[in-house]
């Protein structure tokens, strides 16, 4: 095999001499992603987020979270790469981590960065014909979702993913690009990425026509609709997937068949 030389999504340039056969996947989707590549032999080490496929959880080894990992043993696991995201996983965690071996650092805001991570991936364990797949497949059900999608009226949101404080997804992050996709206008994306908010303060803020309550990283419940709902006036509280909100990867093509439910529900 010849020498490889690629550039992760944070720009960290990465040469290596063969194609990483031990590897440690530190973000739930992007494990998912490996699976769906066909690369689970070669995977070595995960979160315990890592929630799919279920079997990992018992097949593979646990090396901590997202935030906080058990560094002897991701080193005692003796990986070729380690795989992080820039939003998911902290810059001091990845500088860490790079003194065991080279850690590929994904950036995923938009749909096209989720292409070009799986061309990555494709290149980096030599599955490129299963990422031209995995590509060609997500090609098609984003043209056929935007067909869907087309006719659908533009409709304010408000995402909720987090409770005590109350958090929001603002701008510039990977569910505000879903939100937008899916023709809904999300009146906090002016406020930062993750921004704190006041519920009061809903109805000033842009009066939403939904209040999307998210089943992660908070797992909100109906109770929360019911309190949230007496702080606006016309709003319907709806418990989304965070999973087809957020996570990215090979998980997007069930995104669009959620989706298009979504919608259908919404219309009732």
């Known amino acids: 095999m010849k020498t490889l030389f690629l550039i992760d999504q944070i720009g960290t340039e990465h040469i290596f001499e063969a194609s990483p056969q031990r590897i440690i996947s530190l973000v739930p989707s992007q494990t998912e992603l490996l699976y769906d590549l066909g690369l689970e032999a070669k995977i070595v080490g995960i979160t315990k987020f890592c929630v799919h496929p279920y ?32 939003e998911e996983n902290t810059l001091e965690m990845v500088e860490r981590l790079r ?13 096209e960065d989720n292409f070009q991570m799986i061309t990555d991936f ?19 059900a984003l043209g056929d979702f935007k067909k869907f999608i087309n006719g659908i009226p533009v409709k304010r949101v408000a995402y909720f993913i987090w409770k ?21 206008e999300n009146i906090y994306s002016t406020k930062g990425r993750y921004p ?35 702080y606006t006036e016309n709003a ?17 093509l069930k995104a669009f068949v959620y989706f298009k439910m979504l919608h259908s529900n919404l219309g009732k």
């Open 196 to 230: 704190e908010v006041a519920i009061e303060d809903i109805v000033a803020e842009g009066d939403p026509d939904y209040i999307f309550l998210s089943s992660e990283p908070y797992p909100f419940k109906k109770e929360d609709g019911y309190e949230i709902s007496n």
């Open 99 to 111: 003194e065991i071996c080279p850690v590929w650092v994904t950036d995923i805001v938009t749909v």
């Open 236 to 252: 319907q509280t709806v418990l989304v997937d965070g999973e087809m909100f957020s996570w990215y990867g090979s998980r997007l």
């Open 55 to 86: 079997h990992f959880k018992s097949t593979i080894k646990s090396v901590g979270g997202t935030k906080k990992v058990n560094y002897r043993k991701i080193k005692e696991l003796q990986p070729d790469i380690i795989i992080c995201n820039k």
């Open 122 to 140: 494709g290149q980096l364990f030599n599955a490129r014909t299963e990422a031209r797949k995995w590509n060609d497949k997500l090609t098609f």
């Open 164 to 184: 005590k404080p109350y958090m929001v997804a603002g701008s510039n992050n990977f569910i505000n690009e879903l939100l937008k996709l899916n023709h809904f």
